[in-house]
C-alpha cells in the first residue's frame, strides 16, 4: 500500500455494531466545476458521520479513472470509508484487477460488485476475457484481494430478468461467490422490501441487506429513474405528486415527508442500513436525516 494513505475501515466492522449503518452514494461529475460541487455537498453531510459512502462507475466503464479519482480522494483526504463500484462492462478480467490493485493501494477496502449496464441504447456483450454475472466478478475481486464486496439487490425485481425467482437465484449465486453485503436498488413501497428480504432469508441469505432511498425532489425526474431501473411508484403518491408537479416547493416537501416516513418503517423493522442515492447533492438527505434523528454508526 502507498505510504501515507489512510486504510478504510472494512464495512463489516459497521454492520457488526448491531446498529444501522446510514450511507450516501455519489457519482464522479463530468466538469471541474461539478466536483466542487460536490466536494461542498459532502462537507454538508459530513455531520451526518456516515457509516460509508459509495462512488459508482458509469455505463460501459465510461467514469474508470474518475471512479477511482473521486473514490481515493473521498478515502484519503476526507476520511469517509468509501465503497468503489465496479462493473463489468468494458472490461477484461486483467483489467479489472489492475484497478482492484489501484483501489486497494489507494487505501480502499470496500467494492459493490456489479455487471453493470451497457452504454445507453446497447445489449449486454460480456466482452472477450472479462465476466458475464456480477457473482463472477464478485468472487474474483474476493481472490483478488481481502475487499468486503458488496453486490446489488432488486426488491421489484431486476428489469431484465424474466421472472422474480430466477432474479434471486442470481442474488443467491452472489452471496454464495462470497458477497458480504446487499444495497438494494432505490424503491417506494416498503412492502416490496420486506417481501424481498423474507424471500431472501427463506433461501438462506444471511448478509445484511441495505434499503436504496431515494428522495422525490423532482416529479419528471423521478418518473425517468423508476421507468430505467423498473421501480414503481405507488399510486397514491403518484396522484399526490402529479397534482402539486409544477409547485417544486411542494413537491420537495411531500417528497421528504414520504422519504422519512419510509425510513420511520424500516428502521423500526430493523433494516442492516440505509443507503441514500443523492444525486450530489445533500439538502434532502440532511433533512431527512434531522427528522429521523437517527443513531448510527
Known amino acids: 500500500m502507498a505510504v501515507g494513505y489512510p486504510t478504510a475501515m472494512r464495512l463489516d466492522q459497521a ?17 471541474d466545476e461539478g466536483f466542487a460541487s460536490l466536494y461542498q455537498t459532502i ?29 481515493g480522494k473521498i478515502q484519503q483526504q476526507i476520511g469517509f470509508n468509501t465503497l ?3 462493473t463489468c462492462v468494458g472490461h ?13 493501494d489507494s487505501g480502499i477496502r470496500n467494492v459493490l460488485a456489479l455487471r453493470g449496464d451497457p452504454p445507453a441504447g446497447g445489449q449486454w456483450i460480456k466482452t472477450a476475457g472479462g465476466f458475464e454475472h456480477a457473482a463472477e466478478l464478485a468472487a474474483f475481486v474476493k481472490n483478488r484481494h481481502d475487499f468486503f464486496v458488496a453486490v446489488a439487490g432488486f426488491p421489484e425485481g431486476h428489469p431484465q430478468c424474466l421472472n422474480r425467482t430466477r432474479d434471486l437465484e442470481y442474488l443467491k449465486a452472489k452471496v454464495d461467490a462470497g458477497a458480504d ?19 431472501c432469508e427463506r433461501l438462506g441469505i444471511k448478509v445484511p441487506i441495505v434499503a436504496g432511498i431515494m428522495p422525490i425532489s423532482n416529479v419528471s425526474q423521478i418518473k425517468r429513474f423508476v ?19 409544477h409547485d417544486p416547493a411542494a413537491v420537495y416537501e411531500a417528497g421528504i415527508e414520504y422519504a422519512t416516513n419510509q425510513c420511520r418503517d424500516l428502521l ?24 429521523l434523528n437517527a443513531k448510527h454508526a
Open 227 to 245: 421507468t430505467m431501473c423498473g421501480a414503481k411508484i405507488p399510486m397514491p403518491l403518484l396522484t399526490k405528486l402529479e397534482k402539486i408537479e
Open 84 to 86: 468503489a463500484h465496479l
Open 268 to 291: 423500526f423493522h430493523d433494516v442492516a442500513g440505509l443507503h441514500f442515492y443523492t444525486l450530489n447533492k445533500s439538502k434532502a438527505t440532511v433533512d431527512i436525516t434531522k427528522r
Open 92 to 104: 477484461t478480467a486483467g483489467e479489472i484487477g489492475e484497478i482492484l490493485d489501484q483501489l486497494w
Open 15 to 31: 454492520f457488526r455494531t448491531g446498529k444501522p449503518t446510514i450511507s450516501f452514494e455519489f457519482f464522479p461529475p463530468k466538469t
Open 181 to 199: 453485503a446487499i444495497v438494494t436498488q432505490l424503491f417506494f413501497d416498503n412492502t416490496d422490501f420486506h417481501s424481498f428480504r423474507h424471500e
Open 43 to 71: 462537507e454538508e453531510l459530513r455531520p451526518l458521520q456516515p457509516s460509508y459512502v459509495s462512488v459508482t462507475y458509469g455505463a460501459g466503464g465510461s467514469t474508470r479513472s474518475k471512479t477511482i479519482e473521486l473514490a
